[in-house]
C-alpha cells in the first residue's frame, strides 16, 4: 500500500527496512520466538493529504515523577538512575521499559504523542486497525 509503510525497532536503534507489504509476517515469526526482539515500530501513512508519523513502543510505560518518588520501581525494572537522568536531561516526562531482553531491561524516551502497548498482540491488533483505517 502506499500511503501505508512501517519499519521495526530492533533493540533501542536499529530499525527494519521499510516494509510497505504485509507487516504481519515478521510479527508472527516475533510471536513464534522466545526471546523478544522487537522493541516498537515507526509508521508513516498518508491520509486525507496529509502526511503521518506515529512511533509505538511495546513495553511498559512509567512516568519519570513516579519513578523518582519510588525507588522500589526503579529495582523492580532494573533500572539505572544514570540512565533515567540522561533522559530526564534530554526533556521527557515518560520513559518505556522496552521488552527486550528477559534480565536486561532497556529504557527510551518516549513523547507525548507516542504510543506503548503492553504486549504483541495489541501491537498487531494496532497495525490491523490502523491499516483498516488508512486504506
Known amino acids: 500500500m502506499k500511503n501505508f509503510s512501517l519499519q521495526f525497532l530492533i533493540g533501542k536503534n536499529s530499525l527494519t527496512k521499510e516494509n510497505q507489504g504485509s507487516p504481519f509476517a515478521l510479527l508472527e515469526k516475533q510471536l ?15 491520509k486525507k493529504k496529509k502526511k503521518w508519523n506515529q512511533k509505538v513502543y511495546v513495553g511498559r510505560e512509567l512516568k519519570i515523577q513516579e519513578l523518582q518518588k519510588n525507588p522500589n520501581l526503579l529495582e523492580k525494572y532494573n533500572i539505572n538512575i544514570e540512565e533515567l ?4 536531561v534530554e526533556g521527557y516526562q515518560k520513559v518505556c521499559v522496552l521488552n527486550y531482553k528477559k534480565y536486561d531491561s532497556v529504557l527510551v524516551g518516549v513523547n507525548d504523542e507516542d504510543l506503548i502497548v503492553p504486549d504483541y498482540f495489541a501491537l498487531k491488533k494496532y497495525i490491523y486497525v490502523l491499516k483498516e483505517n488508512v486504506s
Do not use: C, E, K
Open 85 to 88: 537522568a540522561d533522559i530526564a
Open 32 to 46: 513464534s520466538l522466545s526471546i523478544p526482539l522487537i522493541t516498537g515500530m515507526n509508521i508513516t501513512f498518508q
